[in-house]
């Protein structure tokens, strides 16, 4: 448990649901602090140490009708805790309290829905303003007979009990997911339950910064911590707050692989060198990575070497520091979330991503992580409130592997030079057209191919090179950005005439799946 003690803290119990974390977004988005636990783990003596003011049971994917299904501790009830049950919750409060859930023809419901209004409820205000409201269901048993106490305040076709409360004694259970997008209106009931449940909306970045950097300072003393920053908006972000925590005793190392884009080196070393006036080691190691490539073009073999390599490069120079005990990470909430898998099972390696997972254990090093507790966007946040500037929080994401796996085949020094101009013209017509912002990633890939073309009067040979800019949330899923034919032609007109050893561009339309946002 996070120590975030003199914030409401509200607990949202995990039942399995695959949209958990979206109720935790709700909430934050309501200024209001929570954790999501898997069901497992909580007792009721933990409910009692962490002294929640509220608790959300997460849907799930179980049958509470099957024996030794999940359930939530019984004393629970007995806390004069508000409590908001959804889907899997809402049928393990009705079984819980002495309700009945059944199972079988017409009990399911998937997709979208509409619910009608009930009587009215301090919980839906802001509800039913025209009539019904359209709910995303995806359940297969249904609540038949109510827990003592409870009444219902709306039914769908599908769900009788669709939304359900005891007032008096501030609980409710609905069978939809309000945390859903397709539940348009949901936001408005997690609102309308934290004011029931008296939360004063405290979670700001502010008071994260103040309580991050005790924390910091409590658990490093006066030992000495190392921070890989490799210029995305994480590492940077928790660079600069350990830094401002701890000042000197924080070492970073940026390890330049000679695969980083035009001018990213320097860039990163003035920002955090020259501006943050931090102690920075700037790993030069371009000939050690471009060595080990050499004619190598597979790309799983290319991105192991770079792992690899990164390790070794790291490890070496964090033994250079004296006294380091603490190794800095930019993890993030996603990471962390213990989800309850009913599943199992690894998923498929579709590439090997790149990091330093592993050498906290090599090296003996235990880890500083002050974003454990925070979204992307909540570190954007963040950064912003550290006067890290827009350029940077608002940039790219770039892979570990950089300019590696965008050069399919084999990488060459040539190669990695026309692509870091093309690059270049590329992203300034991005930027001038004001599209940065609108495009989760975009970048070029230089093509193991050269074509003939025409230029002036005389033939050329040269390489062909694609262009990629995709829309996405959480690079999970992508589609291509839709350019404009004009802002197409004019910056396929560009590179050709201002990168020398390219004549052909081509846009990738390719959406993710079935492609990949990066080329290898
Ligand atoms: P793909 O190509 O798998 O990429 O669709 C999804 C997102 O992940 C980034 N990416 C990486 N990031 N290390 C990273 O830190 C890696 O090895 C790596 N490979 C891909 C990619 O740029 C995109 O944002």
């Not at 009990?107 to 359209?134: D, H, K, M, N, S």
């Not at 709910?135 to 219902?152: I, T």
């Not at 008096?168 to 997008?181: G, I, S």
């Not at 005389?458 to 350019?483: E, I, K, Q």
Request: net charge negative.
């Amino acid at each position: 448990m996070t120590d975030a003690h003199t914030h409401d803290r509200l607990l949202i119990i995990d039942f399995g649901s695959q949209v958990t974390q979206l109720i935790a977004r709700r909430l934050r988005e309501l200024n209001v602090y929570c954790e999501i636990h898997p069901y497992q783990s909580v007792t009721a003596q933990f409910v009692r140490e962490m002294a929640p003011r509220a608790v959300i049971f997460s849907g799930g994917p179980d049958s509470v009708t099957r024996d030794g299904s999940p359930r939530a501790p019984q004393e629970i009830f007995e806390m004069g805790l508000p409590i908001l049950g959804i889907c899997y919750g809402q049928q393990v409060m009705m079984t819980q309290l002495g309700g009945k859930v059944v199972t079988g023809e017409g009990t399911a419901e998937f997709g979208r829905a509409y619910v009608e209004p009930g009587a009215p409820l301090p919980l839906l205000e802001g509800w039913f303003a025209e009539g019904r409201e359209q709910v995303w269901m995806s359940h297969g048993d249904h609540v038949a007979e109510l827990a003592p106490g409870f009444q219902v305040y709306g039914t769908s076709p599908g769900a009788p009990f669709a939304i359900t409360g005891d007032p008096a004694r501030n609980f409710y259970a609905v069978q939809f997911h309000p945390e859903v997008h397709h539940t348009p209106n949901g936001a408005k009931l997690y609102e309308n339950f934290v004011r029931l449940a008296g939360f004063s909306g405290d979670w700001t970045m502010g008071a994260y910064r103040e309580e991050a950097i005790r924390k910091i300072r409590h658990q490093v003393g006066d030992k000495r911590v190392i921070c890989g920053l490799s210029g995305g908006v994480d590492s940077s972000v928790a660079a600069v707050l350990i830094h401002e925590a701890i000042g000197d005793q924080l070492t970073c190392v940026f390890v330049d692989h000679g695969l980083l884009r035009q001018g990213e080196a320097e860039e990163v070393v003035t920002m955090f060198r020259d501006n943050y006036n931090m102690s920075l080691i700037h790993a030069d190691e371009q000939e050690l990575f471009l060595g080990a490539l050499d004619g190598q073009s597979d790309p799983e073999t290319k991105r192991k070497i770079i792992g690899k390599l990164f390790i070794d490069v790291f490890q070496k120079h964090a033994n250079e520091i004296d006294g380091a005990e603490f190794l800095a990470q930019g993890t993030l909430y996603p990471d962390v979330i213990e989800s309850v898998s009913f599943s199992g099972g690894p998923s498929v390696t579709i590439k090997s991503h790149h990091n330093v997972g592993g050498l906290p254990e090599k090296m003996g090093l235990k880890l500083v992580e002050p974003l454990r507790e925070l979204f992307k966007d909540e570190v954007r946040a963040l950064g912003r409130e550290l006067g890290l500037p827009q350029s940077f929080i608002g940039r790219h994401p770039f892979p570990g592997p950089g300019l590696a796996i965008r050069c399919p085949g084999e990488i060459t020094r040539e190669k990695l030079d026309i692509l870091r101009k093309a690059d270049a013209v590329y992203i300034d017509q991005i930027r001038k057209h004001g599209l940065y912002d609108e495009i989760w990633q975009a970048f070029v890939a230089i093509l193991p191919v050269r074509t003939v073309g025409v230029m002036g009067d005389g033939r050329t040979y040269d390489y062909a090179c694609a262009l990629r800019a995709v829309t996405s949330v959480d690079g999970m899923t992508a589609d291509y950005y839709p350019f404009s034919h004009e802002f197409l032609g004019e910056t396929a007109t560009r590179i050709i005439n201002e990168v020398r050893g390219i004549n052909r561009v081509t846009y990738d339309i390719t959406s993710k799946p079935p492609g990949t946002i990066e080329w290898e």
